[in-house]
């Protein structure tokens, strides 16, 4: 029941960790021109661009079936993957195995001809990336799995019955979780596709209960809150709430904010524009204030159906990448202040904690560098004793008490080769009488 499995509690590994990366892939990715949600936006929404995109390109009698035999994957190099996501400071990744379309992207025994393995790339795409990840990294390799799908006809059937049967959980939904778990052992299992039933229909406690205390991943593995209507934003390991999650308040029981890098998609789209795209200053930006208020970031990005990640995105990572080398300081590990943000420099400025030894650090993480090389801070209270430095630079910076209302802080005059990162930087202030 869903008070016992509440007390169970969260692996550190995943707080510590703060950002994942996000992966969409599947049938979709063909097409690639709308969403993960495609096929119900041609047969059942009738989305008149989408209605109008398969009658300029395709024959009449072509199915979304007929996609699968198109995704090829041939580009597929998941030691590239492991790679790029390595330098991407991220410290764990979640793939998406099955989505509402239903094809899994490893060769399940209860998807037979509507897998990646008789159909398309001919090969088990999750064990190849799960490999790769612990071959090559120390990421926490995670899943996502969709529980409905949109035209199954056995889920379909339950649903027609008034959810009086269970036949496609018994089946389907719940065969193929068990293969996941046992095959990939994932740290991370990522629900969805819960939001229409309550959890008693997908018979989430009793798995969750094989999960937490008998499965091979049973000490390390973290879940979310998509287990059913009831469940949402209530139970699991973290809790997703909605998409892009953003609570405006510090909370204390564990949350995740899934967003994309492209804002218009989760899946890869072939008419993808440069101003869809959030710049390095958005993403940091998003990490900063997610990190602050408690949560964990999980950045998507949708691979192409050849198996690339397009440069924009990989140069997105990449630049993630090198701001945490300089200021990871400030994101892993850490917790939150009391205050997530400054109350007279913002927005601009979010705040985290971490002890280091007997002391205690506290880290603003500024998103913008002052025209005047000065910035007031409201929240920290200083004492004779506080020391502040820049993450990246040797020397202290010099601060001040402002008019006793704020502390002044003097950035550091520094030419362009000498700063720390190109976006965002990070103060530390140590010995504050409110650390």
Known sequence: NWDSLDTRPLPEWYDKSKIGIFLHWGVFSVPAVQSAWFWYQWKT???????????????????????????????YNPDQWADLFEASGAKYVVLVTKHHEGFTLWPSTVSWNWNAYDVGPHRDLVGALADSIRNRTDIHFGVYHSLFEFYNPIYLQDVANNYTTQDYVRNKALPELYELINRYKPDVLWSDGSWNENSTYWNSTEFLAWLFNDSPVKDTVVTNDRWGKDAICKHGSFWNCQDKFKPGKIIKHKWESCMTIDKRAWTHRRQIQIEDVLTIEELLAEIAETVSYGGNILINVG??????????????????GQWLKVNGEAIYETQPWFEAKDNITFPGVWYTTKKQGNSTAVYGIVTFWPQDNKILLGVPVTTATTRVTMLGVKEPLKWSVFKNVAMQIEFPVLSYNQMPCKWAWVIKMENLKNQ
């Open 45 to 75: 929404q009738k989305i008149k661009n989408v209605v109008k995109f398969m009658e300029d390109n395709y024959p009449p009698d072509f199915t979304y079936a007929d996609f699968a035999s198109q995704f090829h994957a041939t580009f």
């Open 303 to 320: 691979p192409t159906a050849d198996g690339v990640i397009i440069p924009v995105f990989e140069e997105r990572l990449r630049q993630m």
